[in-house]
């Protein structure tokens, strides 16, 4: 049975950090993009970041580049996304997904998705 389980999220300040995880299983991710997308308020679901089960590329949405890292572990089945200089327009729920797509941006082009974790970000 595949299974994505997002942990980390919580309450940060503007300006702080949190790490999530991901936590895989139930299959092999091998040739797949593991990617975060998040869902605020009001809001549609927005692509991230992802990154290759492999080779560890990476593709990062603007809104968050230079202030997000996804990495991951491929030892111990897990992705991270470690966020910083958080912002209050970050608050969402944060789901980790798995997909075959190349470094896919659209929430359609996974296949696998945890139940979300929620981040907020208070001014």
């Known amino acids: 049975q595949v299974q994505l389980v997002e942990s980390g999220g919580g309450l940060v300040q503007a300006g702080g950090s949190l790490r999530l995880s991901c936590a895989a299983s139930g299959r092999s991710y091998s040739g797949y993009t593991m990617g975060w997308f998040r869902q605020g308020p009001g809001k549609e679901r927005e692509f991230v970041a992802c990154i290759t089960w492999g080779g560890g590329f990476t593709n990062y949405a603007d809104s968050v580049k230079g202030r997000f890292i996804i990495s991951r572990d491929s030892a111990k089945n897990l992705v991270y996304l470690q966020m910083n200089s958080l912002k209050p327009e970050d608050t969402a729920v944060y789901y980790c997904?798995?997909?075959?797509?190349?470094?896919?941006?659209?929430?359609?082009?996974?296949?696998?998705w945890g139940q979300g974790t929620q981040v907020t970000v208070s001014s």
């Open positions: 997904a798995g997909g075959r797509q190349y470094l896919g941006v659209s929430a359609d082009e996974y296949d696998y």
